[in-house]
């Protein structure tokens, strides 16, 4: 089993910046993408980005994040990250990562992954 804990989350105004981050412990050796999604009140969970665990590669939700999210790791610390930059208040949320442990093919869809962190709030002030 791999533990997820982010953190990085708060209040932010519009145009501003956050940088998430999510450690992971326990069978990390298992990992094979790292995930962020996002809820906002009332609306379905969505997928943000993906990042492959050992080669780098990225996947990134179309529209609404790319340009302006960034995601990466840091296998010595088995941490991902989330770079937000120019936020807008559309982005207010709580924010999750995900381990997937099976296959790696940086899956867009949330009930593929594997593991979940506790989430943490995102608001972006107009």
């Known amino acids: 089993q791999v533990q997820l804990v982010e953190s990085g989350g708060g209040l932010v105004q519009a145009g501003g910046s956050l940088r998430l981050s999510c450690a992971a412990s326990?069978?990390?050796?298992?990992?094979?993408?790292m995930g962020w999604f996002r809820q906002a009140p009332g609306k379905e969970r969505e997928f943000v980005a993906v990042?492959?665990?050992?080669?780098?590669?990225?996947?990134y939700a179309t529209n609404s994040v790319k340009d302006r999210f960034t995601i990466s790791r840091d296998n010595a610390k088995n941490t991902v990250y989330l770079q937000m930059n120019s936020l807008k208040p559309e982005d207010t949320a709580v924010y999750y990562c995900?381990?997937?442990?099976?296959?790696?093919?940086?899956?867009?869809?949330?009930?593929?992954?594997?593991?979940w962190g506790q989430g943490t709030q995102v608001t972006v002030s107009s």
């Open positions: 995900a381990a997937e442990v099976d296959s790696g093919y940086l899956s867009r869809v949330g009930h593929e992954y594997d593991c």
């Open positions: 326990g069978r990390t050796f298992s990992i094979r993408d």
């Open positions: 990042i492959n665990w050992s080669g780098g590669s990225t996947k």
